[in-house]
């Protein structure tokens, strides 16, 4: 064989082993993705947290001529969690010795509301209360008094807004009737009554001069209900003391 066939076969078998090796070859890995892509494919699928559902700050409640809600007058106060509920159930409220109400009596209960006192309005007192009329923990709410500047109306109404705020929010405020020591002013709603009691200036050195022509509470009571001034007596009775 002459030397340019021998090159020829040299070169052809040359070839040959270079595409064997490159068909052995294993394939090049494929790069895996980062954790930052994974991190983020997973917060992409994660479903969405159902918030937890907490109980309305003060701020929140709005007082209409109806209640406040879920709280409406004639009808029974749902029964819900202390977590949530803005009124709970307390078995022992009304116990007092001097009024022979003992735990357990038939008249032990009564429904307050599930915030703190304060001193925002006439006296330090919850927000507000709430009258059941025989303190049986299913009775409809009969009337709703609130005493704390915490709460307003829609309008932004509250305990020490004054009667020239008051009318002007209302401008169909129902007068009447006055005492000689507070004016009386309501609204009617669907099923219920607002009361706002204003302090008068009729009875010299009674009121402060700041409590003179101020909002000194809200009433809300069932519609058709008698509109009448609680300042000066013993206003709503959670308890029955037998007084």
């Not at 009024?99 to 307050?112: E, N, S």
């Not at 409809?140 to 008094?145: C, F, K, R």
């Not at 009617?188 to 607002?194: A, N, S, W």
Request: glycine share 8%; aromatic share 6%; charged share 10%.
């Amino acid at each position: 064989m002459s030397h340019v066939n021998k090159a020829l076969v040299s070169l052809a078998m040359a070839v040959v082993a270079v595409l064997t090796l490159v068909g052995c070859s294993p394939p090049s890995p494929t790069s895996a993705p980062s954790s930052t892509a994974t991190a983020a494919a997973a917060a992409t699928d994660a479903p969405t947290p159902t918030p937890t559902p907490g109980k309305p700050t003060e701020a929140d409640l709005v007082v209409t001529p109806d209640g406040i809600a879920p709280l409406v007058v004639g009808e029974p106060i749902p029964d819900e969690s202390a977590d949530t509920a803005i009124a709970i159930w307390n078995p022992s409220f009304c116990v007092n010795s001097t009024a022979g109400i003992k735990p357990g009596d038939p008249t032990a209960g009564a429904w307050t509301a599930n915030y703190p006192e304060d001193a925002t309005g006439y006296s330090v007192s919850l927000p507000f209360s709430v009258v059941v009329p025989t303190h049986v923990k299913a009775d409809p709410i009969s009337q709703i008094m609130v005493s704390s500047a915490n709460l307003s109306t829609s309008q932004g109404i509250r305990v020490g807004s004054t009667t020239a705020q008051l009318k002007a929010a209302y401008p169909s405020l129902v007068t009447g009737p006055h005492s000689t020591i507070s004016d009386i002013y309501s609204v009617d709603g669907t099923t219920g009554t607002l009361v706002f009691e204003v302090a008068n200036g009729l009875t010299p050195h009674y009121w402060s001069t700041k409590q003179i022509g101020a909002i000194l509470w809200m009433r809300i009571v069932p519609l058709g209900s008698e509109i009448y001034a609680i300042a000066g007596t013993d206003g709503i009775a959670l308890c029955d003391t037998g007084e």
